[in-house]
RNA sequence: GCGCCCGUAGCUCAGCUGGAUAGAGCGUUGGCCUCCGAAGCCAAAGGCCGCAGGUUCGACUCCUGCCGGGCGCACCA
């Protein structure tokens, strides 16, 4: 059970004593000052009105009547009727010795019940290869689906591939004329074609693999062929990039093979008609969002006779991803946010509580160096490619530069400072901490000494303050998981990485682990393992490494 | 014009769903390796939390209105 549930236990049994109301709710807090013990509750305060008595009272009360528990050594009233809790020192040295025996298991959620999610990331059109934003939303939404998988959530994670409709012809008509010109023929792009670099490497290796396409083939054949081409070559580059980052895919949809050929949107716009939430009008067929909150109401059939995306993908929402999950959770890039209320107002329409379906807006990249503006290159007509990025600055530094930031604040990515190996970059300061308890360990195996057993270590000679504050910290730990999961910010690990190295680095200066006294070294020892431990637990939330040296 | 996001130290950003005296890194200044890794540690300086109201015991946090920045407002995707 986690410590706060505990305490809360604790409190309501003290209430239900003292004759008070009783709190569905219980907010625990660690304090800033330490005076001010290491959880402390507004609880008084909040119950002062429904109790009809003074917060400080009710706080007197709780404390009175309060059950004796091994985790607290006491209880304060403090200031306006804060209850500050002190946790015993006993308790915590037995905690952990639990840290240590849960290992890769201490922050996961005991009981898996966390229900189905599908958690779509990157989706980056099949026009070429994925750039700097992507790997920003692909940090995120890997650590995302690793964080809510720690707590019991299952997650499918999705990578929706828009091979079909407009961008589609574009990109094929692109295809082809670049095909044509490598075999001499004069051809220009089309107006809308895509210029990049990519497709003339892609036309050489076209011709280079001995493809071809039926000279009698039509307009609409053309298409199909080249641009089925296209999209294959061009998702697989991007599929590669991604695997060499550490992010893979559960599932790979397709626009074309699993909504429209299934017939898909059709039904929508069936279901939608039958329900009177669309109408026709100016040749077109209208969705009528605006009873769902949407500002407007949107075409889903153009006056042409084709669907339009929205239309498209509200399908697949709807029976693809229900079909398959209780809840949806999109990560988008900010030039779509005003894309959003009509999905929300269609899958409402269609019978989905609002709450069901969240959407995470990934801002954009700004690339430095040493804080001058990255120049896009506008001979290849492209920006920062991942994998350039990836070659330059490395998975580790690249993901955890990402997940430092909160997803939806507009992000500087300095080259420079995330290449350089100093402690100007927080990932190596976190990984260094690591590596250290790792050579510690070498160490004592260099002096034939043993490392003690977890389950029987007595960690009652932990008693600087530094030891009993990293000790206080680990057990922050499965809270904080928790609560970065249900908040899905991710950041929250990082930030508090950077904490626990930061607490570890400084006890480790004033502290020596091998020594004399074989009781303290045992015990320190342990304390090193945990603190590692949980670095190594909490990188890999973050899908970055713990390296055992550097 | 309407909608969404963002204004916190010189710079880049946290602030745990409303708590107690505002946090970190970088940068600046000054210290620390005969001792388990100096990719480290210790210390100093640095703030009208954009502005003004409101809600309450209590606001960086919630509400309203301004100011400033970004992004959206298609029968594009």
Known sequence: MRLTETLTDGLRAALAKAGLPTLDECAWEIPRQAEHGDYATNAAMVLARAAKRAPRQIADLIVKNFPPLDEVERLEVAGPGFLNVFLSPAWCAGALREILAAGSAYGRAESPAGGRVRLEFVSANPTGPLVIVNARAAAVGDSLARLLRSQGVQVTTEFY??????????????????????????????????????????????????????????????????????????????????????????????EQRDVRDQGLPEKVLAEFASRGLSYDADGALWFRSTAFGDDKDRVVR??????????????????????????????????????????????????????????????????????????????????????????????????????????????????????RQTSDNPVYYVQYAHARIRSIFGQAVEQGIAAPVPASVDTRPLVEPAEQALIKRLLEYPELVRGAALALEPHRVAYWLHELAAEFHAWYKHHRVIQDDVRLMHARMALCAAVGGVIRNGLDLLGVSAPESM
């Open 161 to 254: 591939v828009n091979d079909a409709g407009n961008q589609f012809e574009a990109l094929a008509r692109s295809l082809d004329v670049r095909v044509r010109q490598e075999l001499g023929e004069p051809a220009v792009l089309p107006e809308n074609g895509y210029p990049g670099e990519y497709l003339v490497d892609l036309a050489k290796a076209y011709r280079a693999e001995g493809c071809r396409v039926a000279p009698a083939a039509s307009e609409r054949e053309r298409v199909e062929h080249f641009g089925r081409y296209a999209v294959t070559r061009i998702v697989e580059a991007q599929r590669r990039v991604l695997r060499d980052y550490g992010v893979e895919f559960d599932v790979w949809s397709s």
């Open 302 to 419: 153009k006056s042409n006779g084709e669907l339009t995306y929205p239309a498209v993908d509200m399908a697949f929402h709807h029976y693809v991803k229900f079909g398959a999950a209780d809840r949806i959770i999109d990560l988008l890039g900010p030039d779509h946010h005003g894309y959003v209320p009509r999905m929300k107002a269609a899958l409402q329409a269609l019978g989905h509580p609002a709450e069901a379906y969240q959407v995470l807006i990934v801002q954009l990249v700004t690339l430095l160096r040493d804080g001058q503006p990255v120049r896009m290159s506008k001979r290849r007509g492209e920006f920062v490619l991942m994998d350039e990025l990836l070659e330059e600055v490395g998975r580790d530094a690249a993901r955890f530069t990402f997940l430092m930031r909160r997803h939806d604040s507009p992000l500087d990515f300095d080259l420079a400072v995330a290449t």
